[in-house]
């Protein structure tokens, strides 16, 4: 079946500092990837989405790139702030229409100290 | 703004008591989802409707329903909740045309038992 492989955490980094959040996966077709954000006690954002091998997904400062012959979808952004810190899931959708559905990696805390 | 609301933000029920969580979407999406994410875990996908037709997940307690009158609204009812379903509560929405649409999440409900 899909899974998501995210690296463990929590990470803490200092602000301005570059980040990586490692995400690999396995799938049977191909799936369109993405990466959801949560801040404290709000449901999950779309950060970023990418639906074929080679695109680079971005928003905010952050960038994610498809790559199939590796099965990653790696999150960086070149100098984080304070107001990145929160929980990050990378995700993937394998399937179309009525039964799309994601499935998720376990999430990632980043803390990101002044 | 489009979006998912989710009411209550915060539900406090009795042990055994039925309580009932609630959906709204202006997205006027097809699909919508309830998940379960229970602290520093990836949700948990409970069940979905596509249109009327509902999906459970093989593995949802009978414990939880949910009904779907209209396209905008969406419930989730928990018949007899036990301690073990203090959780964060979310609801999301796609679109099932085009190439993977995301899911769009409301803020979730948080729900305590005493």
């Known amino acids: 079946g899909d899974s998501v492989t995210q690296m463990e955490g929590p990470v803490t980094l200092s602000e301005e500092a570059f980040l990586t959040i490692n995400c690999t996966y396995t799938?049977?077709?191909?799936?369109?990837l993405f990466w959801y954000v949560q801040y404290p006690g709000e449901g999950l954002q779309l950060l970023l989405k990418?639906?074929?091998?080679?695109d680079k997904g971005s928003n905010k400062g952050f960038e994610a790139t498809y790559r199939k012959e590796t099965t990653s979808f790696h999150l960086e952004k070149g100098s984080v702030q304070v107001s990145d810190s929160a929980v990050y899931f990378c995700?993937?959708?394998?399937?179309?229409?009525?039964?799309?559905?994601?499935?998720f990696g376990k999430g990632i805390t980043l803390s990101v100290r002044p | 703004d489009a979006m998912v609301i989710q009411n209550p933000r915060y539900q406090v029920t009795q042990f055994g008591k039925p309580v009932t969580l609630s959906c709204s979407q202006t997205?006027?999406?097809?699909?919508m989802y309830w998940y379960q994410q229970k602290s520093s875990q990836a949700p948990k996908l409970l069940f979905h409707?596509?249109?009327?037709?509902?999906?459970n997940e093989a593995d949802t307690p009978d414990n939880f329903q949910s009904r779907r009158p209209n396209t905008s609204f969406c419930f989730l009812d928990i018949r007899s909740p036990g301690l073990g379903d203090a959780a964060m509560y979310l609801c999301?929405?796609?679109?099932?045309?085009?190439?993977?649409?995301?899911?769009?999440f409301g803020d979730g409900t948080r729900l305590s038992i005493l």
């Open positions: 999301a929405t796609s679109n099932p045309y085009g190439s993977n649409q995301p899911q769009h």
């Open positions: 799938a049977t077709g191909y799936p369109s």
């Open positions: 990418a639906t074929k091998a080679d």
């Open positions: 995700a993937l959708s394998d399937r179309v229409g009525a039964n799309s559905k994601l499935t």
């Open positions: 997205l006027n999406h097809n699909v």
């Open positions: 409707y596509y249109d009327k037709d509902f999906n």
